[in-house]
């Protein structure tokens, strides 16, 4: 026999994003339940860089991490070329963290628990319940010490913060738009290790990114340090393109390195799949709510899923207020948790998207070439980088006029930035256009699709 539970809402996974959710909830007097598969010891635990931008806990309203969740704070970022002879430093003036994903989502339920939120861990959730053709709970399985108990949890709004396993997402009948299949060659698969080091990793608090398609094709590797001596080690690499997998790469590259191999203990490793494409085409539908990698809500660049779960979870609990307020959960009210999040961060997004497509065609060669021609000289990164759109070269005349003499002599690559600030812009547009309703969903979807095989056509692209 089942157990039942009734609630207003219902987060099915508490990782960054529904966790997020339920904290963003907690004081609207709404009966909320999250849960999640992980023990205790385990909330938050996919395997993750740990970096976040302080910008994103300021821009939500979530509490900083603190105490034994903040582990360094970061004061720049430095991005190597193949060669490792030419480095760019971002420093952005708000910073961000090395986290303990763990301590910092155990901050969040907790908070979110004492306001009244029921957390349920060790519960597996397995499928959508539908009746009548609607969303109106979820079946899961809770683990017990006396054995396994099957619960019903009835709700008003289900959310699917489950990442990109989408475990209630991909259960949802296949006509409705918010199922929408992640193409291997959008994501990428990432490993890392935590480990100790037997040197003082000099300025902690600056992150390292290395472009090199040997060690990371279509991606990057990363060393983020933890303090002075542990540090945060890994490679993501693009899928569907027939690479090796990243742990292959490390034993390959990572683990002969004279920096990234001295390791006197190693922490934790483990790896796994994320998203890097533009957001989905609607994160919502009748009584659904999908956030953070689900919903595909991560810097397709930098592959950064934290700070945009976060970010996905303020429209989230905004747009479930407003429709408990109307006392309707379905699509047209939920709608505004769409023109929340398309037409501002998921905007930005999409420009990236168009960026990194292009990014992953380039070979060592061409980003050397680059780096060392300033082509990639720090304002162009961080605007590109926050703003998803190469608008402004903040560059001096004579600068330009020698950047342009630098593509001039390669001219087919001259065409192709052109092209790529052009495509940038194009998405971004369509993106703050993204439909008042969700009858203007369908005819949006096609401009999208059509600007992308447009794009790739242009660029030569067949993936
Ligand atoms: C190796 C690696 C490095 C990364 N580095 C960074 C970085 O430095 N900075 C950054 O911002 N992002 C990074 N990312 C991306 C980041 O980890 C994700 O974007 C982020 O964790 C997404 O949060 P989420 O809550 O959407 O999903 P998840 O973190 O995947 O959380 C989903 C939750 O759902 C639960 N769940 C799943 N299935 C079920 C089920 N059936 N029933 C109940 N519960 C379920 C899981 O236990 C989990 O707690 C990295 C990713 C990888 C793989």
């Not at 219902?10 to 339940?33: C, M, N, Q, R």
């Amino acid at each position: 026999m089942a157990v039942e539970y009734k609630y207003d809402v219902v987060i099915v996974g508490l990782g960054p994003a529904g966790s997020s959710l339920a904290y963003l909830l907690k004081d609207t007097g709404l009966k909320v339940a999250g849960l999640d598969i992980a023990d205790f010891n385990r909330v938050w635990g996919k395997p993750c860089g740990d970096a976040i931008g302080k910008g994103h806990f300021l821009e939500t309203g979530l509490p900083l991490p603190k105490g034994e969740a903040m582990m360094q704070v970061v004061n720049a970022v430095d991005i190597y070329s193949p060669s490792e002879e030419v480095k760019i430093r971002l420093s952005e003036p708000e910073g961000g963290f090395m986290i303990d994903r763990n301590k910092y989502g155990l901050q969040l339920l907790e908070e979110a628990q004492k306001s009244g939120v029921d957390v349920y861990l060790k519960t597996h959730a397995l499928s959508p319940i539908i009746e009548n053709g609607r969303l109106v709970g979820v079946y899961a399985k809770r683990h017990g010490e006396d054995g396994d108990v099957n619960v019903k949890f009835y709700s008003k709004i289900i959310v699917d913060a489950t990442g990109s396993g989408g475990a209630i997402k991909r259960k949802l009948p296949s006509s409705w738009p918010v199922v929408e299949p992640l193409k291997p060659t959008d994501s990428a698969v990432a490993y890392r290790k935590i480990v100790e080091l037997d040197y003082d990793i000099e300025e902690p608090d600056v992150i390292r990114i290395y472009i090199n398609a040997d060690i990371a094709p279509g991606g990057y590797w990363w060393l983020f340090p933890k303090g002075r001596r542990i540090a945060n080690i890994g490679i993501g690499v693009q899928r569907g393109r027939g690479y090796p997998h990243p742990r292959h790469l490390y034993e390959k590259y990572l683990d002969k390195r004279p920096d990234t191999g001295r390791v006197v203990r190693l922490l934790n490793e483990a790896g796994a799949l994320l998203p890097t494409r533009r957001p989905a085409n609607t994160i919502v539908w009748d009584n659904f709510v999908s956030i953070g990698d689900n919903a595909y809500t991560v810097n397709p660049v930098h592959g950064g899923g934290m700070g945009y779960a976060m970010t996905a979870a303020m429209y989230a609990a905004r747009g479930i207020e407003k429709a408990f307020e109307k006392g309707d959960y379905s699509v047209e009210t939920l709608w505004d948790i769409n023109l929340g999040y398309m037409r501002s961060t998921g905007a930005k997004q999409a420009g990236l998207d168009i960026l990194r497509i292009y990014l992953q065609t380039l070979t060592n060669e061409e980003v050397e070439w680059a780096m060392r021609n300033g082509l990639a000289n720090v304002d162009n990164l961080v605007e590109a980088s926050t703003q998803g759109e190469i608008k402004r070269l903040n560059l001096t005349l004579l600068e330009k006029a020698k950047v342009l003499a630098r593509l001039l002599g390669r001219p087919t690559k001259l065409m192709e930035l052109l092209t790529v600030a052009e495509y940038m812009s194009k998405v971004k547009k369509l993106y703050y256009e993204y439909p008042e309703r969700p009858d203007g969903l369908p005819r949006w979807v096609d401009r999208v699709e059509t600007l992308y095989r447009e794009y790739k056509a242009r660029l030569g692209i067949d993936w």
